[in-house]
């Protein structure tokens, strides 16, 4: 989700509520008030709130340091845009789908693994562990664990997920003389 707003939005809380019951884990954009303003949906204690750091991984100024689990980049992301354009732009907006996007990867090894999916609030501690710690040592207000690592992640899932191979095997088709391959 990219939105905030100061205020509890109640029927958006009530969506994010039955989206989490459901085992749908949902990611937010942190805010971008850098003030120390809470800004809702990420202040949920049910959804994953993403701030956004720039190139050399320092929080960015804008970056709502109100309940964030994670971080991303979220400055001078090229992004798509109206009329099949592009441009630069910057703001949690742009760090949530990062968070987002690593949490389809890991969805995808499960299912491919036929392992089960964690529930929402178990993703947590899964991001912590997929992080790198850019900050002091330990959780920070403005970075939460860390900056999200798909090195890491990869490092962690390859003790569990089987390497996926495809065999093909030559096949001849003797009528009209040409091979073809087939999966195996």
């Not at 569990?160 to 195996?184: G, Q």
């Amino acid at each position: 989700l990219s939105l905030g707003s100061p205020v509890k939005m109640a029927k958006t809380a009530e969506a994010i509520r039955q989206a989490t019951d459901r085992g749908i884990p949902v990611v937010t954009a942190s805010g971008n008030g850098g003030n120390r303003s809470r800004s809702w949906p990420a202040m949920d204690e049910r959804v994953i709130s993403v701030a956004a750091v720039d190139v050399n991984h320092a929080p960015a100024v804008f970056s709502e340091p109100s309940s964030v689990d994670i971080a991303a980049g979220g400055v001078a992301v090229l992004s798509c845009w109206l009329d099949k354009l592009y441009r630069v732009l910057s703001g949690t907006s742009m760090a949530a789908p990062f968070v987002a996007g690593s949490l389809a990867v890991y969805f995808s090894d499960l299912a491919i693994a036929r392992e089960i999916r964690p529930k929402p609030a178990e993703l947590f501690s899964k991001l912590t562990d997929w992080s790198e710690d850019i900050g002091d040592p330990g959780k920070d207000e403005k970075t939460g664990p860390g900056l999200i690592s798909p090195a890491r992640y990869q490092e962690s899932r390859k003790k569990l997920v089987p390497v996926v191979t495809e065999t093909w095997i030559p096949k001849w088709r003797i009528s009209t003389n040409f091979a073809f391959c087939i999966k195996r």
